[in-house]
């Protein structure tokens, strides 16, 4: 019987939900449309290669890299991510009264388009969010580059949150003072209880990350190789050499990222296929990856398209 007939993949759904070893791990798997080929990592650590006959695959991998979701399309990743974001929006609005969330630049902007959609568009409780940048490029509000822009034009011109719940950078000041006025910023709503805080690592708690990848790895303006990637102790730094242009960034460090109470790493397109591979797969790469460094106090979940899971 070949491993990728449909009794296959039936025997395999059966397995993966009998067996000891994978079933605290496999969480779900979806079976109607389409096939990709992706890796099924159980508890035991053995990768299973199967193709699974579904537009959407649901696997956990070894601890601490997370829970991926793969889907047959980007649009399809979408719906998820909305549904993921709006189911998240509702437990935390009920449980502290505000939602903390954070985007990144880049396609991320786009692949939340579902959430300005119906039904989230009216039964998200749109007040109760709190909108960072994890990071964001130091020029002006309205320049072509900026991370609030993007996110102003495609999202929050269209959702009613709150004027004073979005919390841009300072474009009036320098790469180093507009980290150190975000700091600042976020060291205020800790204060006040509006950002969550770590006991157990001393930062800020934020309910979600919403993070894009880069081909080379890099998330938020934390790149391969750059000093950037070991700091410890400040929660807001900066980078006046940007390899992704333009050059003057601040970003939210790993700490403060890892930290977090969910994570969604967001990554469509094949040209993303390699690095994804080096954090999920059998890929090597001679340095650590910035987003091999993602790991999450709390939850962390990958969206992949199939392009970014082809070479699993
Ligand atoms: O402002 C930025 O440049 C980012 O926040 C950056 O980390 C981005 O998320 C990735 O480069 C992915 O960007 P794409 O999704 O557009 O590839």
Known sequence: MSIYSRTFTANLRTLLTRSPPCLPLISQLFLPKTSARVPLICANSKKLNCRVKSSMAEFATEKGKGKVRVFGTEEAMAVSLAKHTADLSDKFAKERGAFTVVVSGGSLIKSLRKLVEAPYIDSVDWSKWHVFWVDE???????????????????????PIPTGNVYAINDA????????????????????NKIDFSQASGFPKFDLMLLGMGPDGHIASLFPGHPLVQENKQWVSFIENSPKPPPRRITFTFPVINSSANVALVVAGAEKADAVNVVLGDGQNSELLPVQMVSPEGELTWFLDRGAASKL
């Open 173 to 192: 000041l320098s790469a180093e003072g507009a980290a150190d006025d975000y700091e600042t910023c976020v060291k205020h709503l800790v204060k006040i």
């Open 137 to 159: 490029r130091v020029v002006p509000k309205d320049h072509e580059d900026s991370n609030y822009k993007l996110a102003y034009d495609d999202f929050l011109s269209v959702v």
